[in-house]
């Protein structure tokens, strides 16, 4: 793989996205891997990420030079670049001043990096120290108002850097830089493509469950449908899939699972209600982390169940279910802590909210990708449109859009609402443009309205549309107001318990994209 080392921030997983856009295959390491745990992994080539620090700072992120030794070839952007010019004898300067945002480029050298480059553009910088001086043996190919070296490189060496962030889209040459250093500098073959994952996937699954048996937690969403429909490629019959109806389903799931999924890839199906149990266990609970927990607990003493019911029914005294497989996505590994030095945001349920106690051995097919690949993958498969193309919906489901406690009647009144949205925003060709859409309850919250000649005192719906490449990060979506207009018309006019429908206008960062 190309190894990305993370310097915290964001930009690793963007970089790491880019890389794989340039059809190679990359991983995010933290960035107190050692040169030895890097080597370790057979690197094809390394790429050191922008981050947060100043290489002055205490305690600051720092490269060991022994890494410019091992003949992988590496590119330093922006805090990287930094690092790297400093363990290799450049000098880095404690400028004070920072330039941020679109800046000029002066190009002097095209090099590898920059090859077919304009003498002038424009990139993304976003740094406060600068490179002053190139180490020895390096050539400057280029500079900036505030970057007297903003590009370098040593070519025999394999050795490059560059001071913006080529993974944004606001450096419109990014990519190509990007694939400069990948197919010219690290000498790399664009050959990293879905059909290689699946074949590589399926070896593994094979490889990991043997003949034992296996079930699937099907979703009806794109990630487990993948995850299944991989899985049954890889051992067919051996597969159990079990749709959870844990009640926190928006209207008519179910029965598009089966229609969808089961219909074309005739995959052994078990549903089960377990709706009761759901509601029980998070009645009384109001918070966030605290229901995640619940949820998830409580989908794998399921999947517990339903494992036995499996090996009952198949009148094999003595065998056991021993795999579960989960459509885990590389987002929700780095999100719920999982690539260390990460911040736990929230706890996936299919991550970080899983009991100790786990009787299974889990089965990630998906694990390292984004959700874009995931559909390339899909599509690959077989697997039909209607659920490639599905918006995300989080596992736990209305549980985490139901602000307050979880209860029945609040569950009919959130799917109601939902219902009319997802009808209108189908009806308007909405789909494919925005992301997902979560509707939200703030179920604790009243206010007052009137309707006829009445007062009421009902609660508010929450609209979240929101536009997002991986849902590392999102916008909210700028919908037509008159498909509000009619969505908040419809949902205070069919939903007694609503008298108020408002917009959430926030970007991810800060907020999340889901409330909970
Ligand atoms: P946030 O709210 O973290 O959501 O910005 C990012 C994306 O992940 C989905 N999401 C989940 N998906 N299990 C899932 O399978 C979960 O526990 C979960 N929580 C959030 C969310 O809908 C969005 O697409």
Redesign the pocket.
């Known amino acids: 793989p190309v190894l990305v080392v993370d310097f915290g921030a964001q930009y690793a997983q963007l970089i790491a996205r880019r890389v794989r856009e340039a059809s190679v295959y990359s991983e995010i390491v933290p960035h107190t891997a050692t040169v030895a745990d890097l080597l370790a992994k057979d690197p094809a080539a390394i790429i050191l990420s922008g981050g947060p620090s100043s290489v002055y700072a205490d305690g600051a992120p720092f490269v060991d030079p022994a890494l410019f030794e091992a003949g992988v070839p590496v590119l330093g952007i922006c805090y990287g670049f930094q690092a790297m010019a400093q363990a290799l004898g450049g000098t880095v300067a404690q400028t004070g001043r920072r330039e941020y945002g679109g800046t000029a480029l002066e190009v002097s050298a095209t090099g590898t990096v920059l090859a077919g480059s304009p003498e002038q553009q424009t990139v993304w910088m976003s740094h406060g120290d600068a490179v002053h001086a190139a180490p020895e043996g390096f050539d400057v190919l280029a500079t900036s108002e505030g970057s007297p070296v903003a590009a370098f490189e040593n070519r025999e060496r394999r050795l490059f850097g560059v001071q913006w962030h080529p993974e944004v889209k606001h450096s419109p040459l990014g990519q190509k830089a990007l694939e400069n250093f990948l197919y010219e500098g690290a000498g790399l073959t664009p050959d990293w493509n879905p059909g290689n994952v699946i074949a590589e996937q399926v070896e593994r699954i094979r490889a990991q469950v043997g003949d034992a048996r296996v079930i699937c937690g099907l979703?009806g969403?794109v990630?487990s449908s993948v995850a299944a429909a991989l899985v049954q490629r890889a051992v067919g019959d051996q597969l159990t899939c079990v749709f959870v109806d844990h009640g926190l389903l928006r209207s008519g799931e179910a029965e598009q699972v089966e229609k969808d999924f089961v219909a074309s890839t005739g995959v052994r199906l078990k549903i089960v209600d377990a709706r009761a149990r759901f509601l029980q266990a998070l009645a009384g609970h109001t918070d966030p982390e605290t229901k995640?927990k619940i949820?998830?607990r409580e989908f794998i003493r399921v999947f517990e169940d339903a494992a036995r019911e499996v090996v009952a029914e198949s009148g094999e005294t003595g065998s056991e279910v021993k795999f579960l497989v989960q459509?885990?996505?590389y987002?929700?590994v780095v999100?719920s802590g999982g690539g260390e030095g990460a911040a736990n945001?929230?706890?996936?349920?299919?991550?970080g909210?899983l009991p100790d106690d786990l009787q299974f051995e889990l089965v990630e097919p998906l694990r390292a990708l984004f959700?874009d690949e995931v559909r390339a993958v899909g599509l690959e498969l077989g697997v039909p449109e209607a659920i490639v193309w599905r918006?995300?919906?989080?596992?736990?489901g209305l549980g985490?859009r139901i602000i307050g406690e979880v209860t029945a009647e609040r569950l009919d009144v959130l799917r109601a609402a939902d219902a009319i949205a997802r009808e209108e925003l189908t009806r308007a060709g909405l789909d494919r443009e925005i992301?997902?859409c979560?509707v939200v309850l703030l179920a604790d919250v009243r206010s007052v309205g009137v309707q006829g000649d009445g007062r009421t005192y009902g609660h508010p719906i929450v609209l979240r549309p929101v536009s997002?490449e991986d849902?590392?990060t999102?916008d909210w979506t700028r919908m037509p107001y008159d498909v509000l207009a009619t969505i908040s018309t419809r949902i205070t006019n069919e939903v007694p318990e609503v008298n108020r429908v408002v917009l959430d206008v926030t970007s991810?960062p800060p907020?999340?994209?889901?409330?909970?």
Do not use: C, Y
């Open positions: 979703s969403g990630d995640r949820i998830g459509g885990t996505l987002p929700d999100e945001i929230k706890s996936h349920h299919n991550v909210g959700k918006q995300p919906f989080p596992g736990p985490i992301w997902q979560p997002s849902a590392m999102a991810k907020g999340t994209i889901e409330w909970e």
